[in-house]
């Protein structure tokens, strides 16, 4: 074929999906059209598949799904429990990304919501990817310290989460609102609120596309499963909150130790999962709900208010601001000076 002008790529990218339905077939490895296994673990809301996420997927209907998240092998050489090949060539791992992503473009609702994690460098190609299949949402940054420094390079400090629907607006939108950022030591303002702080909400404030509470799971009494990524339920229950509603459907083509699958579960979400390795971890996480229960419980507490309650304890101990004595000062000024402008005007 030579080397396709751009106006013939561009038709092609235009018309994408219909081109991927007449070659995918011949895209799709033998090993890859195998009979896809059985489901490993069930719950009532939950199916979980020991499968390779481009075997399961052609199976799964198209528009079915509500919330897709995906957290692919990021390529680094990594070694996981299943021994998947982490060092692929440039060109093979993305081509393996479109294929999945391709099939999360097909089986995801209309008005659905997709999010892939993966490095900023990876995600650049995820995007221009989905930009002619999906609509373009957010490009969330996470905060989170990688491990070393790269000489000649800068500090690599976030992760990057893309946010796409399908159509024109996500049929679920409801971002959790956040506490107001505050000294972790005295507990004090960060920034400077001057006069407006009667107008501060006291349900908490917005949501931004970068977010610096997300902690990664390190520490062993917390990790699930050694040797992978796992990520935090935090993480996992801010997106589910966020873009899904009791009862949908969420799909996680890449388990590791299952924290989208235990977070769905929790917050009554119904999900399919899929992992190529072995799910002995899931499944014991599945099957014993109790602490991350109580975590996600208490966590939830902090959320959708300006104060967290110890903050807010801690805030009155020492004398500062809170939102009932702004509001209480306010109105104290507001019938000061409505005393003025009736004495004025007698
Ligand atoms: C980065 S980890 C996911 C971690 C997960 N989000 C968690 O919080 O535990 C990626 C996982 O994808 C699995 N994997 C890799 N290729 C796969 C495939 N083709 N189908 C299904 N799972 C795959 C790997 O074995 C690995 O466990």
């Given at each position: 074929?030579?080397?396709?002008?751009?106006?013939?790529?561009?038709?092609?990218?235009?018309?994408?999906?219909?081109?991927?339905?007449?070659?995918?077939?011949d895209?799709?490895?033998?090993?890859?059209?195998?009979?896809?296994?059985?489901i490993?673990?069930e719950?009532?809301?939950?199916?979980?598949?020991?499968?390779?996420?481009l075997?399961?997927m052609?199976t799964v209907?198209?528009?079915?799904?509500?919330?897709?998240?995906?957290?692919?092998?990021?390529?680094?050489?990594?070694?996981?429990?299943?021994k998947?090949?982490?060092?692929l060539k440039?060109?093979?791992?993305?081509r393996?990304?479109?294929?999945?992503?391709e099939?999360?473009?097909?089986?995801?609702?209309?008005?659905g919501?997709?999010?892939?994690?993966?490095?900023?460098?990876?995600n650049?190609?995820?995007?221009?990817?989905?930009?002619?299949?999906?609509?373009?949402?957010h490009?969330?940054?996470?905060?989170?310290?990688?491990?070393?420094p790269?000489p000649?390079?800068?500090?690599?400090?976030?992760?990057?989460?893309?946010?796409?629907?399908?159509?024109?607006?996500p049929?679920?939108?409801?971002?959790?609102?956040?506490p107001?950022?505050?000294?972790p030591?005295?507990?004090?303002?960060?920034?400077?609120?001057?006069?407006?702080?009667?107008k501060?909400n006291?349900?908490?404030?917005?949501?931004?596309?970068?977010?610096?509470?997300?902690?990664?799971?390190?520490?062993?009494?917390?990790?699930?499963?050694?040797?992978?990524?796992?990520?935090?339920?935090r993480?996992?229950?801010?997106?589910?909150e966020?873009?899904?509603?009791?009862?949908?459907?969420?799909f996680?083509?890449?388990?590791?130790?299952?924290?989208?699958?235990?977070v769905?579960?929790?917050?009554?979400?119904?999900w399919i999962?899929t992992?190529?390795g072995?799910?002995?971890?899931i499944?014991?996480?599945?099957?014993?709900?109790?602490?991350?229960?109580?975590y996600?419980?208490?966590?939830?507490?902090?959320?959708?208010?300006?104060?967290?309650?110890?903050?807010?304890?801690?805030?009155?101990e020492?004398?500062?601001?809170?939102?009932?004595?702004?509001?209480?000062k306010h109105?104290?000024?507001q019938?000061?000076?409505?005393?003025?402008v009736?004495?004025?005007?007698?």
């Open positions: 074929m030579g080397k396709p002008d751009r106006k013939l790529l561009a038709a092609i990218q235009r018309h994408s999906a219909r081109v991927y339905d007449l070659i995918k077939d895209m799709i490895s033998d090993s890859e059209k195998k009979a896809v296994s059985p490993v673990f719950t009532q809301r939950g199916k979980l598949y020991q499968e390779d996420c075997v399961l052609p209907a198209d528009d079915s799904v509500d919330l897709i998240f995906a957290d692919p092998p990021f390529n680094l050489n990594k070694l996981y429990p299943s998947i090949d982490d060092n440039e060109e093979h791992y993305l393996w990304c479109e294929r999945w992503a099939e999360c473009v097909r089986i995801l609702k209309p008005g919501s997709l999010f892939i994690w993966n490095l900023p460098r990876w650049t190609h995820m995007a221009a990817f989905l930009n002619n299949r999906l609509t373009f949402r490009w969330i940054a996470v905060d989170v310290k990688y491990s070393l790269i000649g390079r800068l500090y690599p400090s976030h992760y990057s989460l893309i946010y796409y629907c399908k159509g024109d607006k049929k679920t939108f409801h971002p959790d609102r956040l107001m950022e505050i000294c030591h005295c507990v004090g303002d960060l920034r400077d609120y001057g006069g407006y702080k009667h501060m006291p349900s908490g404030v917005n949501m931004t596309d970068v977010w610096y509470d997300i902690p990664p799971v390190r520490h062993a009494k917390y990790k699930k499963r050694k040797n992978a990524n796992e990520l935090s339920v993480l996992m229950d801010r997106i589910i966020m873009a899904s509603e009791e009862g949908d459907l969420v996680d083509p890449f388990g590791g130790s299952g924290t989208t699958y235990v769905s579960e929790m917050k009554k979400r119904q999962g992992e190529i072995p799910v002995d971890d499944v014991s996480r599945l099957e014993n709900l109790g602490d991350e229960v109580e996600l419980e208490k966590m939830r507490k902090d959320y959708n208010c300006l104060f967290t309650d110890r903050c807010l304890k801690k805030r009155i020492y004398g500062l601001w809170t939102p009932e004595s702004v509001k209480k109105a104290k000024k019938q000061q000076k409505r005393l003025f009736e004495n004025y005007n007698q």
